[in-house]
């Protein structure tokens, strides 16, 4: 019995090196252009460039503090950090399936008596007492590798939590300078409204002066008053669009609306300007640097190896179980004998168990064979959408960089043309002074004027918003959180009071590579 228990164990100690049914994942490929369509444009470089704080290139403080309490404040953001802390939880999970899987400790006391007057007591202790406490054991061996797949496949969730989690990073430093951005192009267009209702008073003053005069109908004058209301009624319509935005970001930054009014009284730096130069590397650096890309590829690596773990399911399941005890009764005959309760820890009470067990799950009417091909088909879904995320990136990142460089094109001749209609409004307010022409020439002017400034502010922002779009098309942003912990020390705090973490909350920094590199064997609580 010695030696059959020696050779289990040994085979125990060789299980690491046996077999691992299923296939070993092979990264999808998809198909990534040499070169960007926009890459001989003088303000696209295909340097690769640092895109780690990729908003600091607008120069505006303001917005540069926004996306760090963004970063630090986010709920959205929040919940993805405890995802993360999640799936390390279901790593142990499935790490601690590589161990004994049942363990069990009792105790028992039992007190008998029997009735003299009942069958087959004529010879027996009709009266006794039995004390037995053990523990017991039962370890499915891992002989097709089905658990370690199972630590093969949380171990990619753990780390496609991870790059759920940069995702998000990536996603949320856009919305907050895109909002920003939106903000600051609403509070010029208020200010354009403002200076464009002052220049068509001034002429609304002189039309009223010209009819009190005789000089002109009243045609003039009401022109120039419905001129006017409609560029004043525009006003509201921008207050209520920023305010909408300005909740939006409140949101984002994870505080009410009444306590972000404040923060951009800072500055009224204006419509952020973009760089002369944007340096956007080449197509493929996508795949290394856009984390969606990244857990596209990690959530098909993760089901890859549940194929494996559905396949074992078609073999034999060797299981190690035994149990150890004491076991020790007192009765009269017991007594007579010199036995006793305190001979419990006694050698003699001491009671065993152990040996193998084999089940094969053979007559399942081909249920087992379709949960492989169903882990199967969902692998190649996987698959597909890795390539398709990594067409989409592409996609992105062109659509942006297009947008950005033609609403700068946009904005020169947009310039030229607020030049245009500011001197045209300088030339027919002199003329209609002077009596030298009729007041539509002067409303035609000013009607231009504030359309052409309102266009320069719109395509403005535009640009800006392009370019914030391309650098979050790239893949910028989550590099932020490097060396930082998933979730802020308050709500760590709140959860190791109520739970007993361990040390998981005390490793914040994304080391899943390292931990990968310990290989399937290690403690739940790594």
């Not at 020790?328 to 305190?342: K, V």
């Not at 297009?402 to 030229?416: I, P």
């Amino acid at each position: 019995m010695h030696v059959f228990v020696v050779m289990l164990l040994g085979v125990l100690f060789l299980l690491p090196g046996c077999m691992k049914v299923g296939p070993d994942f092979v990264p999808p490929t998809a198909p990534v252009a040499d070169s960007w369509l926009q890459a001989q444009d003088q303000q696209i470089s295909s340097q690769s460039g640092h895109h780690e704080r990729w908003w600091t290139v607008f120069g505006d403080p303001v917005l540069n503090k926004l996306v760090e309490d963004a970063y630090l404040q986010n709920l959205s953001l929040q919940i993805a950090g405890l995802r993360v802390l999640e799936a390390r939880a279901q790593l142990g999970v499935a790490t601690g399936n590589l161990y004994p899987q049942q363990q069990q400790l009792d105790a028992s006391a039992l007190a008998l008596g029997a009735s003299q007057n009942a069958a087959n007591t004529a010879t027996g202790d009709l009266h006794f007492k039995d004390l037995n406490a053990g523990f017991a054991a039962g370890w499915e061996l891992d002989f097709w590798g089905k658990f370690r797949r199972g630590v093969e496949a949380a171990d990619a969730q753990y780390l496609a939590a991870i790059a759920n989690y940069d995702s998000i990073m990536v996603t949320l430093t856009a919305e907050v300078a895109r909002a920003y951005i939106l903000m600051r192009t609403l509070e010029k267009r208020i200010l354009l409204a403002e200076e464009s209702a002052a220049i068509q008073k001034r002429s609304l003053e002189i039309a009223e002066n010209r009819f009190d005069g005789g000089l002109v109908t009243e045609l003039d004058v009401q022109q120039a008053r419905s001129l006017l209301a409609n560029t004043l009624a525009a006003i509201p319509r921008y207050h209520a669009e920023y305010r909408r935005v300005q909740n939006a970001l409140s949101v984002l930054l994870g505080i009410p609306p009444t306590e972000f009014s404040e923060r951009l009284s800072q500055s009224s730096a204006g419509i952020p300007s973009p760089p002369a130069e944007v340096a956007v590397g080449v197509p493929a650096d996508l795949l290394r640097r856009r984390p969606d890309v990244r857990r596209a590829e990690l959530q098909a690596a993760a089901q890859s190896a549940l194929i494996g773990v559905a396949k074992a399911d078609l073999l034999p399941h060797f299981t190690l179980i035994g149990s150890i005890g004491l076991q020790a009764s007192e009765s009269p005959l017991t007594r007579a004998g010199g036995s006793h309760f305190s001979d419990l820890f006694d050698s003699d009470s001491v009671t065993y168990f152990v040996g193998p067990s084999l089940t094969w799950d053979l007559f399942n009417y081909g249920r087992i064979k379709n949960q492989v091909r169903v882990q199967d088909a969902r692998l190649q879904q996987l698959v597909v959408n890795y390539q398709n995320t990594v067409l989409n990136a592409a996609r992105e990142a062109e659509d942006a960089m297009a947008g950005y460089l033609d609403d700068q094109v946009q904005a020169r001749h947009f310039s030229d043309a607020v030049q245009a209609s500011r001197r045209s409004v300088d030339i027919s307010s002199l003329q209609y002074g002077e009596g030298l022409t009729d007041y539509q020439r002067v409303l035609d002017a000013q009607r231009g004027l504030t359309r052409d400034q309102d266009s320069l502010a719109l395509v403005q922002g535009s640009v800006a918003v392009n370019l914030v779009n391309m650098f979050q098309a790239l893949g910028g942003g989550w590099q932020i959180r490097s060396g930082q912990e998933f979730v802020n020390p308050e709500i760590e705090k709140e959860m190791a009071e109520r739970t007993d973490w361990g040390g998981l909350l005390e490793q914040p920094k994304a080391e899943a590579a390292k931990q990968r590199e310990a290989g399937d064997w290690r403690w739940p609580d790594w």
